[in-house]
């Protein structure tokens, strides 16, 4: 019989898409606010993937990605995700969100999403929120699942995960395997 422990503590990541900086300029205050010092900032990445969010959003939109210093428990997920997107209401305007704001962790094996909407490979965490293992590590990179989104299987999301990564605690420079 296998034993129960804790989970280990892993990066809170947070992608957001927005059009308008000074909407991603006070979103970014108040992650700061909640969740600590923020040890990872993306540059402002053209975020043209798909048109799903330009009816919401508008266009053109950009993306950045951050991660913060202080190592949360994984079973914080679905709690960090009902925040982002009551924080995504509050940023509202006319009925229509300002801000697209995707948490998730990531740890030294993979990097998990949490989603509000269901399907095959999501497992849900309750509260009607859902966890997906979006990119798992393997030879020394992030690879991406036959599910996984099509931005985050671009070598430019790799290559910033893999950044991130590296602010583990035990990973560094040179420790990449």
Not at 30 to 43: N, T, V, W
Request: charged letters at 30%; aromatic letters at 14%; proline letters at 6%.
């Amino acid at each position: 019989m296998g034993k129960t422990k804790p989970p280990p503590a892993a990066k809170l990541i947070i992608g957001l898409i927005y059009k308008q900086n000074a909407v991603k300029d006070k979103v970014l205050d108040i992650l700061k606010r909640r969740f600590g010092e923020i040890d990872f900032l993306s540059r402002e990445l053209d975020f043209d993937y798909t048109d799903y969010y330009y009816p919401e959003l508008g266009r053109p939109l950009k993306r950045i990605f951050l991660s913060f210093k202080q190592l949360l428990s994984e079973d914080k997920l679905s709690e960090i995700k009902l925040y982002t997107n009551k924080l995504e209401e509050r940023s509202s305007r006319k009925q229509k969100r300002q801000i697209n704001i995707d948490p998730g962790f990531l740890s030294s094996g993979k990097l998990i999403l949490a989603t509000t909407k269901d399907y095959s490979h999501r497992v849900y965490l309750g509260k009607g929120i859902f966890a997906e293992a979006t990119l798992f590590y393997k030879d020394a990179a992030f690879r991406p699942w036959p599910w996984t989104y099509p931005d985050y299987q671009s070598k430019e999301y790799a290559d910033i995960f893999n950044i991130i990564r590296r602010l583990l605690p035990g990973e560094r420079a040179e420790n990449v395997s």
